[in-house]
């Protein structure tokens, strides 16, 4: 047990750099599985630490923004980048995107997307790795909620 609460402490340490960190290679520094840190990361959010997995990796969200809007769009897969760079160049955050669907209902998934360095990483794993966006399944319709320090910015 003092075994398994070392290596929470020391996950919680590297996830406060406020970078995402996937579970590989959070796994090879700490020398275990990859399921291994599945399972403590269950345990990190169920003592109320809001961990968000993304693309990108597993981050801490520690900070969240003053102000958060949800907003609905419709547009076509080629317009992504345009429409997450519009976002983060007026200094709004895109923390996610929700789709409908008609049998699962709701999916949604984190984006967390500050800069333009995110969008590119963004649009590169996208690109990369042939996924197909969330919005494909809802013919261009989805949300967004959009997390900025000021109600102008939104």
Excluded: C, W
Aim: proline share 3%; no cysteine.
């Amino acid at each position: 047990m003092k075994e398994k609460e070392g290596r929470i402490k020391e996950i919680l340490k590297l996830l406060e750099d406020n970078v995402p960190i996937s579970g590989t290679v959070l796994a090879n520094k700490l020398g275990v599985t990859r399921q291994i840190i599945v399972q403590d990361i269950a345990v990190l959010k169920s003592r109320g630490y809001n961990i968000i997995s993304t693309a990108r990796g597993y981050i801490l969200n520690s900070k969240t923004p003053k102000f958060v809007r949800l907003v609905a769009v419709k547009h076509e897969k080629s317009d992504i980048r345009k429409e997450l760079e519009i976002i983060v160049s007026n200094g709004g955050e895109v923390l996610d995107v929700i789709v409908e669907h008609p049998v699962y209902g709701e999916i949604k998934g984190y984006l967390n997307l500050k800069t333009l360095d995110d969008v590119k990483a963004f649009i590169t794993a996208m690109e990369t790795s042939h996924a197909e966006p969330l919005l494909t399944l809802s013919h261009g319709i989805h949300l967004h909620h959009i997390g900025g320090e000021s109600e102008e910015i939104l």
